[in-house]
């Protein structure tokens, strides 16, 4: 069972842990909790921060010297001379500080002098970054952000009579303000009274993907489309659905890969698959977690994936993963290792991992990821997803002929090797340029043309390998029927062979 903040406290003080980091993005419920714990066992509690100096309980202030120097805060809780009882010092945004060789030692000192003076030494951060001095000293606590019954306790709270759904739509709304911290889901049910007269989804919503923006780390992608404005891949939408409409209480689905051809409707699919899901979908670049400072990638990496966690149940889309990871492949000779250790985390979060996320992961080039990704229980299948057939592509045709207002009954031109996206451009073009279909599709020359040596290995690689996303079963490619150059002459020359 997941134990509070303050039994997590009371634990370790009781052990006698005079070091104690808690990693919080919410400092005055934390305080609080530490405040209430104090208070029922008797215990000494202060408080420090560079605004009001030291305090004790929280409200009384203490000895002005400290009020702006954090070596004063630490030698004044150092000069009380109680020790019957213990005595806990919660320093708030102390990692500011850290950076100071004489406020690193002084501390550390004092943790190791703890253990006989019985005072504590709680740093409340909404970081973990300890020098290394501290590092075997400290204890690092999660303050966990609020669950659904506390959720529910504070939309009750907000709401008057009325203003609080019920049933489904309550469900829905707490699974929008998941990931939120109670102060933001304050104002997210507030602003949603205000808006709209009750407390309804759509604006926690709408707050919840700001919060994730101002992170930089992720985006959310809010789609208005489902499977059927998605033609083709019939048998990845059938497995995506029941696993995620599956009611097992021991089994979690994780997630998928999708490799295949460009253009295929991969990308499409993940984020589809959130409107049909009903989840929002997370969207994760990996090339905005690199940063320029030793270590910053991975810490960036950890931090997404934490709130990745928060967010559940959600849609996790990760787009072409093999650009993001290229360096993981070679052993990350070309980036100093910091590929191999990005995907070292990402391998180890999608086998432990324990919240209720489904990984949508692309990718058009399987060589350039570790074989370890494919491996049994970090992923649920690899689904390829080939060049769609007559039937499905016939249906994507209609999807976007109707999308630009194109005649139905207008004649296809020869589309033999073509993928939905260029489906999708001619039909595009033709309603840019004020021109039938065919005479558009002169202006698009398919990939499995242009590169028709690369999608022929592709295939090749994935016949017997990857499961099938449009048929079901295991994917074959044919290969008495190679992938050829386009015949059609009536619509524009040919490419040459140069």
């Known amino acids: 069972m997941t134990q509070t903040l303050s039994e997590e406290l009371h634990d370790h003080i009781s052990a006698c842990f005079t070091g104690l ?12 909790e530490t405040g209430r714990l104090c208070r029922d066992n008797d215990w000494n509690f202060f408080t420090w921060d560079v605004a009001n100096g030291m305090m004790a309980s929280g409200t009384t202030p203490l000895n002005s010297e400290s009020r702006t120097d ?3 805060a630490i030698r004044a809780f150092t000069s009380d001379g109680s020790t019957e009882m213990p005595s806990i010092l919660v320093l708030k945004n102390f990692h500011r500080f850290l950076g100071n060789a004489e406020v690193t030692q002084t501390l550390a000192e ?9 005072k504590f030494y709680v740093v409340l951060s909404p970081k973990t970054e300890l020098p290394v001095e501290l590092e075997k000293l400290f204890t690092v606590l999660d303050h966990r952000l609020p669950d659904r019954e506390q959720l529910v306790t504070i939309a009750t709270e907000i709401a008057s009579d009325g203003e609080l759904p019920e049933g489904s739509e309550l469900d ?17 049910f507030a602003l949603s009274v205000i808006r709209e007269g009750r407390i309804s989804s759509s604006t926690v919503q709408q707050l919840k993907s700001q919060t994730i923006r101002k992170s930089g780390l992720l985006t959310m992608h809010e789609s208005t489309t489902g499977f059927d404005q998605l033609g083709g891949m019939d048998s990845a939408k059938e497995f995506c659905k029941k696993v995620l409409g599956s009611s097992s209480t021991r089994a979690k689905a994780k997630g998928i890969l999708l490799l295949g051809v460009p253009g295929t409707g991969k990308s499409a699919f993940a984020k589809a698959l959130g409107h049909e899901a009903n989840r929002p979908t997370l969207v994760m670049d990996i090339g905005r977690l690199m940063g320029g400072i030793v270590g910053q990638s991975e810490s960036n990496v950890r931090r997404a994936l934490e709130i990745v966690d928060a967010m559940a149940p959600a849609i996790l889309f990760i787009d072409e993963l093999e650009k993001g990871l290229s360096g993981s492949g070679g052993g990350g000779r070309n980036d100093s290792g910091v590929s191999t250790r990005l995907m070292g985390s990402l391998l180890t979060w999608l086998s432990d991992h324990t919240s209720d996320v489904f990984v949508v992961a692309t990718s058009n080039d399987i060589s350039q990821l570790p074989p370890e990704l494919t491996r049994a229980e970090r992923l ?5 997803c080939d060049l769609p057939s007559k039937e499905d ?15 139905p009954v ?13 489906v999708r451009s001619c039909c595009r073009l033709a309603s840019l340029l004020g021109v039938s279909l065919v005479e558009a599709s002169s202006h698009v020359v398919p990939i499995a043309v242009t590169n028709r040596e690369a999608v022929s290995d592709l295939r090749s690689w994935a016949s017997n390998r990857c499961l099938s996303a449009n048929i079901g079963g295991t994917y074959k490619f044919d290969h008495a029927k ?3 150059r386009r015949t059609m002459t009536s619509v524009g020359p040919q490419p040459s062979d140069n």
């Open 70 to 72: 954090p070596l004063a």
């Open 410 to 422: 207008e004649t296809i031109p020869d589309d033999e090797f073509w993928t939905g996206s260029e």
């Open 110 to 118: 004092q943790i190791e002098a703890g253990k006989s003076t019985r």
């Open 172 to 188: 829905e709304t707490i699974d929008a303000a998941s990931g939120l911290t109670r102060f933001e889901a304050e104002n997210a």
């Open 393 to 407: 592509k016939l249906a994507i045709w209609h999807i976007w002929m109707s999308h630009f207002g194109i005649d």
């Open 482 to 484: 190679p992938t050829q």
């Open 21 to 32: 980091w808690i990693h919080s993005h919410e400092h005055a419920e934390a305080i609080a």
């Open 380 to 384: 649920d299948g690899i689904f390829f």
